[in-house]
């Protein structure tokens, strides 16, 4: 009995309209060719930067949807700046794949999660990740410790004097909080502290 050949769905991204994705949709059909994969679907995101999250790429969030309901067997992308933003943005997806039992093929990077070297090496990619998380963490924590070590103020900048008075004559006079916040361009949490200020 002949095995049901995997199905592919492909996933091709090009930043600018004047680049097109033919390019990466051959070469990746040609891979899953010699794979002995089916493709059954191919999902595109064309003139859309790699920056933008899932929710400004239509493509990107069908294909998932379609992964998530089991649609496909393996996920083939020319790169893997196609998929991610960052090394989390990636090893994210690629979990959420591995959840729902699908593969990854990046060909650029030649990782096949198919295999047992590519599935090791997605292993050492979510080491990678999480030391990206912890030097973010430390360039933050740093960054905030010199903010302070010279002085400057961190968090929301002060409502000025004037506006808080103005916004506190304003509830005073009974205007309501919504109002009262937009009449003097201030946040409604600033008026209701302003209101709890009152109060007490």
Known sequence: MTPTPRRAALYLRVSTDDQTVANQERELRAVADRAGWQVTAVYKDEGISGSKG?????????????????????????????????????????????????????????????????KALFQMMGVFAEFERSMIRERVKSGMARAKAQGKRLGKPAVPGAKVEAVRAELARGTGLVKAARLHGVGTYTAQRIKKEMSA
């Open 54 to 118: 899932r929710d400004k790429r239509p493509g990107l969030d069908a294909m998932l949807k379609a992964a998530t309901r089991r649609e496909h067997d393996v996920v083939m992308a020319w790169s893997v700046d196609r998929l991610g933003r960052s090394l989390q943005d990636l090893v994210a997806m690629l979990s959420d794949l591995h959840a729902s039992g699908i593969d990854l093929y990046l060909h650029q990077q030649a990782i096949d999660t198919t295999t047992p070297a590519g």
